[in-house]
């Protein structure tokens, strides 16, 4: 089993910056993609950013030009650097990790979610 952790979240005033990251532990023989995605109140889970095993990534077009993924692999963790904040980006920020152990198949975690709120 694998366990993902999100850290970093909080409240910040519109503009501001925030950096959350999200750690994965457990049985771990490789990761391949790792993500951000949000849902706020009322609304459906969007794609904020997500990252290959390889660096390529990807972003939600909400978010292109102000948010920025990257991960450590030594560290089994990924990061979401959040500029230029907007009250719209106010959600729960939850990580998505794909790995495999030893039996290499390929399965999908999810962790709790942590919450940014961005005051106007």
């Known amino acids: 089993q694998v366990q993902v952790v999100e850290s970093g979240g909080g409240l910040v005033q519109a503009g501001g910056s925030l950096r959350l990251s999200c750690a994965a532990t457990?049985?771990?023989?490789?990761?391949?993609?790792m993500g951000w995605y949000r849902q706020a109140p009322g609304k459906q889970r969007e794609l904020v950013a997500t990252?290959?095993?390889?660096?390529?990534?990807n972003y939600g077009d909400s978010v292109k030009g102000r948010f920025t993924i990257s991960r450590d692999n030594a560290k089994n963790t990924v990061y979401l650097q959040m500029n230029s904040l907007k009250p719209e980006d106010t959600a729960v920020y939850s990580c998505?990790?794909?790995?495999?152990?030893?039996?290499?198949?390929?399965?999908?975690?999810w962790g709790q979610g942590t919450q940014v709120t961005v005051s106007s």
């Open positions: 998505n990790v794909r790995s495999s152990d030893w039996d290499y198949i390929t399965r999908s975690f």
């Open positions: 457990g049985s771990i023989f490789r990761i391949y993609d």
């Open positions: 990252i290959t095993s390889g660096d390529s990534t």
